[in-house]
């Protein structure tokens, strides 16, 4: 949806006496309506951006994807973890890192999330639990798998979220984590971002299974859910998230969502891999801002004079990030040697230096 002036008729004054659809209150839905339009906004911005030369290298867009990156990350607590692919614009900002140092990050600059030095595909915010950024397709699987095994460890009740896409599930690393992880029933939740195509090869092109099969065998349950569908995706999530936390193990979703652009800003929306007119019906029936407003304003949750103030708000967030970007200096050439490796402590170890204790798994243990 880029445009919010609605193709129907609504009233504008506050509509109704209803204050809450499926239980979450009016305030809650404005709340998903408005960080799903950040996405969107922010996702347009750097499109404009990368067209002009601003942005180089890689830029993958999450534009038609935001209601999973809200219903992902919304349930999760700032210090659970969330790890994502190279698609990781809105799930960075979803999981709490400010659109400032994201699009700072795509400028390359100073002031981005690392420095400007890993650009679009490696959005990091350690703080707000943002693990990345990941631009090996699957590359993130074994490393959620570790960071689950940590929190184990540690005996935190933190819990991970892996996104990956769904050509991701053909790489080797994708089942033996989740065979690792259900034996040592890790709290991780691997999610697969199915939006049907990995580049320019649709799903069924390289899969005898559909994607909600392909975890059978590691004993990890799997769920499917709408992904176009924001609230039914956060109530999944919600669940699990809760489920993991007390100890369930792992869990695998079959996310079904839908790009509205090219795998990245090098490629074209459609072609010989997928036609115009399969785009064009997704993005009149499947845009996950659409399907929320229409319903909002069906139920009379939402005006469209409150529907333009939210834009308003949003667009003035996005300006203010690019700003933001833009007054950023590039990096010092000095710094091309700092960051490069990780300290590693007196112990000999990159890790593991905070808590000594018996792992639950007494095999771990050596
Ligand atoms: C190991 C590896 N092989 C190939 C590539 C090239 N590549 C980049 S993205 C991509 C497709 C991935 O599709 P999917 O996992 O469905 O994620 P989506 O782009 O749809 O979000 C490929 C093959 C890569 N980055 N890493
Ligand atoms: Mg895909």
New binding site residues.
């Given amino acids: 949806m880029a445009d919010t002036k609605t193709r129907r008729k609504t009233d504008d004054k506050k509509g109704g006496t209803k204050t809450e659809l499926e239980g979450f209150s009016r305030e809650m839905l404005h709340c998903f309506l408005r960080q799903m339009l950040l996405y969107r906004r922010f996702e347009e911005k750097a499109e404009e951006a990368y067209a002009i030369g601003k942005i180089g290298g890689f830029c993958?867009l999450h534009i038609g994807q935001e209601a999973a990156a809200h219903g992902l990350a919304g349930p999760l607590r700032p210090d659970d973890y969330l790890l994502t692919?190279?698609?990781d614009h809105t799930q960075a900002i979803a999981k709490g890192v400010d659109p400032g140092p994201v699009m700072a990050e795509l400028y390359g600059r100073k002031g981005g999330s690392v420095g400007g030095k890993g650009g679009s595909m490696h959005i990091f915010g350690v703080d707000v639990g943002f693990m990345g950024g990941h631009?090996?397709?699957?590359g993130q699987i074994p490393l959620a798998t570790g960071m689950g095994w940590a929190i184990r460890y540690r005996k935190s009740d933190q819990i991970c979220v892996c996104c990956?896409?769904?050509?991701?599930v053909n790489?080797g690393a994708f089942l033996e984590s989740l065979n690792m992880a259900a034996i040592w029933k890790l709290p991780v939740i691997y999610v697969v971002?199915n939006?049907e195509?990995?580049?320019g090869t649709a799903f069924s092109r390289v899969s005898a299974q559909p994607v909600f099969e392909r975890a059978q065998g590691t004993g990890v349950p799997a769920h499917a859910v709408d992904g176009q569908d924001v609230l039914a995706t956060w109530r999944l999530m919600e669940r699990l998230v809760s489920e993991v936390r007390k100890g369930a193990g792992p869990q695998y979703v079959d996310c079904r969502t839908y790009?509205f652009r090219g795998?990245s800003m090098s490629d074209p929306v459609s072609g010989t891999y997928r036609s115009r007119q399969e785009v064009e019906g997704k993005k009149d029936t499947a845009d996950p801002i659409t399907i929320l407003r229409d319903r909002l304003f069906d139920e009379k949750l939402l005006t469209q004079g409150e529907l333009e103030e939210i834009d308003g708000e949003v667009r003035e967030a996005i300006e203010e990030a690019v700003r933001f970007a833009e007054e950023s200096p590039v990096p010092d050439a000095a710094d091309l040697y700092t960051q490069t490796y990780s300290q590693i402590n007196e112990h000999g170890r990159l890790f593991l230096d905070r808590d000594h204790g018996e792992h639950p798994s007494a095999t771990l243990n050596t």
Avoid: P
């Fill in positions: 993958h692919s190279y698609r631009g090996i397709v699957g990956l896409g769904d050509a991701a790489q971002e939006n195509y990995g580049m790009r795998h």
